[in-house]
C-alpha cells in the first residue's frame, strides 16, 4: 500500500559527506564535467534570485551516447559479414539475420530494410534467425533496445551490395551501364524496355567474375517501405499455430525431460533417495542429477511430472536461505548514499521509494532442445547471446566450441531473460548423461522461483528549488545487483575503455549512466546507482533500471510542480531540455485533452520519459472510485523514435511498455521469504491482464525527427509508469512510495520444490 | 493401456494413454500437435486454450479420457485450407502479434466466445484471462471487435 505523503524538508536530512558510491561515480564516469559542475553547485543555486529561465543542466552520459549504441558500436568489426542474404532463382530473397526475434518485430525490420533496398516485394523476403557464430564475436547479441539500430546500417548495406552485383550481371548481358538499370518487385529493366528478374541473374551474380561494386544505400527520399506500418512478416506463421518455438522442434527421438529444483535459490542435491523407485514409474526413461537439481527424462511432460513429484531429494541448503524481502528493503535503504544538505533559503522535496522483486516471467518458459553424443553437440534455444551460450555449452561439456552448433528459435517473450542460457546448458548435460537428444522445459513454477528476476531497489530522491527554479536534482539508486550476463557484460567491458566519459568503469556504472539521463533542466543532477551483490538469478527485465528511475523521477516532477503551484504539463514544458521532448508533450496533451474535468476519483497524470535516443510522453486516466481496484480507462502515448523504420512495430512496443507499466505500478511483485520465492503462477504474480488494460488506447508516431532511427525496446516503460502513478496519486490524494502499490500476499503458496498440476476439470458439454 | 479415441482438426485419432493424461502433452507429444502452447501447465496463462466441440477449453486441465469420442480443434485445424478463420484475419489486419507465443490461445479463445455470441461488448473481453506478456492487449481487443462485426 502507499506510503505516508513524502515530506517536505527545510533542509536535508544528515551530514554532506559524500558517499563511497557517489565518489566513485565521479572518478569513474564523468569525471569532468560533473567535478566542474560539483564545484558550482552553490554558485548556481544562488546566482538566480529571479526565476528567469530554467537552470541548464550539462549533457549526462547517455545524451553523448547510450547503451544501445556502445552495442552497436561493438558490432561494427563484422557489420560487413553479419548479415547474409541469398537471392533464389524463384526470386525469393532468404536473409539469415544473426540476432534473436523476441517479439520486438526485429524480423519484419529487417525484411523491411532488405526489401526497400533490393526493390523487391515485401512478401518475397523471409528471414531466419542465424545459428550461433561465433566470428561475429559481439556482433550476435540482442538487447539494449539496439536491435533496429545495429541493423539499420548493415542491412541496407548488404542489401545494396546484393542488388548492384544482380545489375552489374544484367548490364553486362545487355551491355549497358547499371546506372542505366531501374529496378521494381525484383523485376530489372533497361531504357529499351527489355527486361529480366533477380531470379534470373542470380545464379550467374553468384559465378560471375565481377569486380568489386561501389555501392551505396538508397537516399531516404525514395522510400516504399521504410516509415510506412508493416505487418509482422512472421504473422500467418503464429496465427495459423507454424511459428516454430523451442519446444516445438522436431528431433527425432528427443525426449521431454524436468528438472526438480530445491527448496530454495540455488539450493544443491546431497543425494536422491529413490532413483530406482522412479526410474521404474510409467513412462519415465532415466532419470540424472544435473548441478540444479535432478532431471526426468520420460516419455511425456506428464510423465515427467509425476515422476519429479515423486524424487525424494536430500537439498543442501541455498544460497540466500536467510534472507526475505524485509532484510532486502533495509539493506538497499541503508546503503542508500545520504542526500547533501540543501543551502539555506533554498527549499526541498525528498522522496524515497521501493520496489519488489519481480519475475520476466515470458510466456514461453524457459527451455532447450538438445543433442549430445558422439563428442558433438547440437542444441536448439530462444538465446539473445548465442555465441556466449555456445561458449559455455563447449567449456561445460569439454568439447572443443566447434563441434557445439546452437540453433537460435524466435522466443515466446523475453524481456532480458534469453540474455542467459540456463536451460541450454542444462539440457546439454542431461542429454550427455542419459545418451539420447531431450527436450527440457522449466514448470512456471520453477521458472518464478528459480528463474531470473528483477533486482529490488530503493530510490532516494532530492530536488531542491528556489525562485521558481529547480536548483539541484539528486537521485541515488540502490539495487540488489542485476546480472547484466556475460554477452552483454562482454560487449561493454569491450568497448568500455573506447567510449572517452567512461574510462574504467564497471559494467553496471557503465550500462547504469549510458541508460538514464534526466530530461529536464534542473540545474545540478547527481545520479548514482549503488548495488547489493547477492548470489540469486537476476536480470534486465526490459529497461533494466529505467522504468524505476525514470518513472519515480516522473513522480517527483509532478510534486515539485505542486510545489510551486504549477501545472503538470506546463511545468515540464518549461524544463524539458529539448524540441522533441516538448513536442512529444505536447502532442498528448492535446489529443488526450489534458485538464479536462474529470469525475471524483478518477484522474489524469502525464509523464515523459528519454531514452536511447528515443523520447515519449504518455497521459492516462485512472478510475480510482474503488481505491483498491484502480483502473487505467485511457492512454495516449507519443512517440518520437527518429525515425520509425516500422511505426507499427513501434506501436507495439509502447503497448508492451504500458501493459509492464501498469503492472509494475499497481500489482506484479515476487515475494521473498527465506531464500525462496512464493509466487507460483500468474495466479500470483499479478502482471495485467485484459481487465486490467485500458479500454482505449492511442499511440501516436512521430514523424521523423532526427532521421535515424532510435531505441525503442525499453523506452515505453517510465512514461506511463510515472503517468500511471501520477493519476492514482492525483485520483486517491496519496503519495506513493512502494511497489506495486498494491503488494498484500493473496495466494497460499503452493509447497516448496514440489510442482502443482492443474486441478483436472471436465470438458464443457456440447452445446 | 487405455485406447482413447477422438476427433483431431477433422480427422479421428486413437492414442495410447493412461485416462488420467494430461490432454496438452497428449496432443503435444504424442500426437506431435504443437500449437496449443504451455505457458504454466496449471490452468492459469490459458495459452493452450483449443475448441472441444467449438467450445474453448484448456486441454493442460482435461484429462484425455473426458474427451473420447469429442471433436478437438487446435489453432492448426482453425482454417480453412488456405482461407483464414475471420479472427485469424483480424488477428494479421490489426498485427497484433508480438512473440505471439499466446496468441494461439488467445485466437482460440475468441473462437469460442464468437461462437457463442454474435455481439461482443468491452465486459466480454475483459473476462478474458488469456496472460499476453508482451502486453497486446489493445490490439486483441480491437481485433476481436473486427472479427465480431465480420462474423455478424
Redesign the interface.
Known sequence: MSAPAGRQLEHGPGAAAKSVARRRFLTYLVAAPVLTVAAERSLSALATPTAAAAIPSPPQPANIIDIGEIVVLATRPTAAIGFQIRVNEDGTVDVSMPREE????LSTVAAMLVAEEMDVPLGKVRISLADARPELLFNQLTGASSGVRSIYHPARATAAAARARLLEVAARRWGVSRDELTVADGVIRARDGRTTTYGDVTKEAARADLPELKVKPKTKNRSRYIGK?A??V????????????T??V?VPGAK?CIVRRPPTISGTVRSVRNVGAVKRM?GVVAVTTIPSGVAVVA????YA?NAVNALDVDWGPGSIDNLSDENVRAKLRAMAPKLDVPEVGVKSIVGEFDFAFATH?????NAAVADVRDGRAEVWAALQAPVVAQEEIARTLGIPMNKVVVHVM??????GRRLFHEPAVEAALVSKAVGRPVRL?W???DDIRHGRVHPAKHHRIQMTYAAGNVVTYQHHVTSVSTDIGHGFGDVLTAKVADIPIAGNASIAQVAFHTMIHCPYNFGVVTETLSEWTLPMHTGSWRSVWSVTTRGVEEVMVDEVAAALGKDPVEFRRRFLKTARQRAVLDKVAEVGQWGKPMPKGCAQGVAVHDESKSCTACLVEVDARDPKHPRVTKAVIAVDPGLAVNP?GVE?QM??????AISLAFRARLHLVKGRFLE????NFH?????D???E?QVIVMPPTTGEPGGVGELGLAAPFGAVVNAYARATGTKPRSFPIFSELDFTPYPPSTL?????????A?? | MPKHTFVLNGKKVTVDAPDDHSLLWVLRDMLGVTGPKCGCNLNVCKACTCLIDGVEFTPCATRVADVAGREITTIEGLADGDKLHPVQEAWLEYDVSQCGFCQPGQIMKAVGLLNRKATITDDDIDEIENVCRCGSYARIREAIKAAATKMR
Open positions: 523476441v517479439g520486438q518485430g506500418p505487418k509482422r512472421d504473422g500467418r506463421k503464429i496465427v495459423t499455430g507454424a511459428n516454430t518455438y519446444l516445438d522436431d521431454p510409467p516419455d511425456t511432460f506428464d511430472l516471467g515470458a510466456v514461453e518458459m524466435p522466443s515466446g517473450g523475453s524481456f522445459l514448470h512456471r513454477t507499427s507495439a503497448l508492451g511498455g504500458l501493459t509492464d507460483g503462477s500468474f495466479a502482471y495485467a491482464r485484459q481487465k488494460s485500458p479500454r488506447v502443482p498440476r492443474p486441478p483436472m476439470q471436465a470438458p464443457p456440447k452445446p
